[in-house]
């Protein structure tokens, strides 16, 4: 990968979008991880005003010091950048004790961990409509379009999405040829919709670079049978996600009506 070369034609492709948009700027969630962390310096680079959201929901500290050590960066290197901090962690809470009660709390825990990122997105637009911002996307193309890990509305309600052609091996490589801070880079990824430190790893079962191969086999036609060991398991898995989380990728789907009948 041409890595500078990357990084100006995305800098060069947010500054057109933002000035043909009418727009002021851009407003992003930092979550301590790398995705965010990679395409709001991306947007800092334009020169347009950069408002950094930091959005806590239970969350685990080490998440919140490197997303507000991040922020300091940025605000040291380009002067446009400016952040709020947003504690959603009490408006969380009165949600949830509005909610109906469930014989069983692990039953809501994905419909409550989704609700995290989706109270985050309103957050954002908020900010956004406030200020005539963009909503900055932070989806890289392994999560967006192979096994779709990500909120429907949730992080997947954005107005852009810079880095969503990149694999995250390449994130990765953009990080450091930007100065990321060392510690979002060694970090494991992680959504942080859980109030802990589990990682993505741990969700999917399986590693980016692995994901990444797998959906390279897939895109190339490969089968299951062509595998075998943990080859077989990986492109399962890969398989299993894209499958289940088609709906996130595709346009929502229309009732057209016929013709005769209006």
């Not at 991040?70 to 952040?83: A, E, F, G, R």
């Not at 947003?86 to 809470?93: A, G, S, Y």
Request: with cysteine.
């Amino acid at each position: 990968m041409h890595t500078e070369k990357v990084i100006n034609y995305i800098v060069n492709w947010l500054k057109d979008y933002a000035t043909n948009a009418g727009v002021k700027g851009f407003v992003i969630g930092i979550s301590g991880g790398i995705d965010s962390a990679v395409t709001s310096t991306l947007c800092a680079k334009t020169g347009f005003p950069l408002l950094c959201l930091e959005m806590p929901i239970h969350q685990a500290p080490s998440q919140v010091n490197r997303a507000l050590n991040h922020i300091d960066w940025l605000k040291k290197q380009y002067p446009k950048v400016s952040m709020t901090q947003v504690n959603l962690t009490p408006v969380f809470d009165s949600l949830v004790a509005a909610l109906p009660k469930v014989d069983n709390e692990e039953d809501r825990f994905m419909s409550l961990a989704n609700t995290r990122a989706r109270l985050r997105m309103t957050s954002l637009y908020y900010f956004a409509a406030l200020n005539g911002y963009l909503v900055a996307g932070t989806g890289n193309k392994v999560e967006d379009f192979g096994v779709g890990f990500y909120t429907k509305y949730g992080d997947g309600g954005v107005d852009l999405s810079p880095i969503a052609d990149l694999l995250k091996t390449e994130v990765y490589t953009i990080a450091k040829h930007l100065g990321i801070n060392n510690e979002i880079i060694k970090a494991a990824p992680t959504d942080g919709l859980w109030g802990d430190d589990r990682t993505d790893e741990d969700q999917i079962g399986a590693t980016y670079p692995e994901l990444e191969w797998a959906m390279k086999m897939h895109d190339a036609g490969k089968k299951a049978e062509d595998f075998s060991g943990r080859d077989l398991e990986v492109f399962k898995i890969y398989k299993r996600f894209n499958s289940a989380n088609k709906h996130k990728m595709i346009p929502i789907p229309v009732c057209e009506i016929p013709k005769n009948l209006l």
